[in-house]
Antibody, heavy 120, light 107 residues
Framework: EVQLLESGGGLVQPGGSLRLSCAVS????????MSWVRQAPGKGLEWVSG????????YYVDSVKGRFTISRDNSKNTLYLQMNSLRAEDTAVYYC?????????????WGQGTLVTVSS | DIQMTQSPSTLSASVGDRVTITCRAS??????LAWYQQKPGKAPKLLIY???SLERGVPSRFSGSGSGTEFTLTISSLQPDDFATYYC?????????FGGGTEVEIK
């Protein structure tokens, strides 16, 4: 059974940092691309960042470029999102998402999400 | 970046109705389009990929069609479990983008 378990969310002040983690199981993590998708309260889905199977290629939405860094540790079956210089508009539920291919493709499984709140 | 526009944003329908949701891309994305269903407080669930391929375990009343810039999601006979919000998403290239969503509500 595919499982994606996010952690690391919480309340942070504007300008602060958080690191999200996503521990996965039930599939060969090292040959699948992954993404992070977020959803602000009461709003739609927004893709945030993606990474290929070996971590050699990373991609970001313009609004987080230079502030967020996606990475993965294939030996630990874990995906990360380092978020720096956080802003109020980054407040959202952050979902870890599995891609059924080593590179860009659709999302076939989602985690349950972790809430990030940026507020003073 | 490729923009995805869904219509309508809200749809009122009754059980048994045939429902169609439209998604338009700002440029051709071939058939690299997925549809997801999301219920309140839950993660999205994949319904359709590659514009018309039904994900395993998804009821056959759901179908997708289209290519290029115009796509549709059809629910042939709306069931009580189908009242939810539906999103399209292209995966033609990065950055990936989602449509704004279509909320299907009970009439």
């Amino acid at each position: 059974e595919v499982q994606l378990l996010e952690s690391g969310g919480g309340l942070v002040q504007p300008g602060g940092s958080l690191r999200l983690s996503c521990a996965v199981s039930g599939f060969p993590f090292n040959i699948k691309a992954m993404s992070w998708v977020r959803q602000a309260p009461g709003k739609g889905l927004e893709w945030v960042s993606g990474i290929n199977d070996n971590g050699g290629s990373t991609y970001y939405v313009d609004s987080v470029k230079g502030r967020f860094t996606i990475s993965r540790d294939n030996s630990k079956n874990t995906l990360y999102l380092q978020m720096n210089s956080l802003r109020a508009e980054d407040t959202a539920v952050y979902y870890c998402a599995k891609i059924p291919a080593p590179y860009n493709d659709y999302i076939d499984y989602w985690g349950q999400g972790t809430l990030v709140t940026v507020s003073s | 970046d490729i923009q995805m526009t869904q219509s309508p944003s809200t749809l009122s329908a009754s059980v048994g109705d045939r429902v169609t949701i439209t998604c338009r891309a700002s440029q051709s994305i071939s058939y690299w389009l997925a549809w997801y269903q999301q219920k309140p407080g839950k993660a999205p669930k994949l319904l359709i990929y590659k514009a018309s391929s039904l994900e395993r375990g998804v009821p056959s009343r759901f179908s997708g069609s289209g290519s290029g810039t115009e796509f549709t999601l059809t629910i042939s006979s709306l069931q009580p479990d189908d009242f939810a919000t539906y999103y399209c998403q292209h995966y033609y290239s990065y950055p990936l983008t989602f449509g704004g969503g279509t909320e299907v509500e009970i009439k």
